[in-house]
């Protein structure tokens, strides 16, 4: 099964950006779907944005569209989170997940995927 972890977390001012990778090992890359989820204080994980399996299809929760970017590089084994124009409610943790399972093309935010990863905390300061 495959490992996942974060890295590129840190502390940024708003309106600064960030980039997030998620390395994978311990499988075929190219078998998950993949995504992005982030937990914000005292609130429940959200889907954040998804790409599917060869990277030629992406999905991004509404509040993020036009500000980040996920994609990912099958011969590197990683996913990336890029994160532009960030703003202090983007604090958050933020966790990188896959999804082996046939029928779901690409992690959206009614997937619940099998695997994730540590997370990687993101401060964004107003």
């Known amino acids: 099964q495959v490992q996942l972890v974060e890295s590129g977390g840190g502390l940024v001012q708003a309106g600064g950006s960030l980039r997030l990778s998620c390395a994978a090992s311990g499988d075929t890359f190219t078998k998950y779907a993949m995504g992005w989820f982030r937990r914000a204080p005292g609130k429940e994980r959200e889907f954040v944005a998804g790409?599917?399996?060869?990277?030629?299809?992406?999905n991004y929760v509404d509040y993020v569209k036009g500000r980040f970017t996920i994609s990912r590089d099958n011969g590197k084994n990683t996913v990336y989170l890029q994160m532009n124009s960030l703003k202090p409610e983007d604090t958050a943790i933020y966790y990188c997940?896959?999804?082996?399972?046939?029928?779901?093309?690409?992690?959206?935010?009614?997937?619940?995927?099998?695997?994730w990863g540590q997370g990687t905390q993101v401060t964004v300061s107003g």
């Open positions: 997940a896959a999804d082996s399972r046939l029928h779901i093309p690409q992690v959206n935010a009614s997937t619940n995927p099998g695997y």
């Open positions: 790409i599917s399996r060869l990277g030629t299809r992406t």
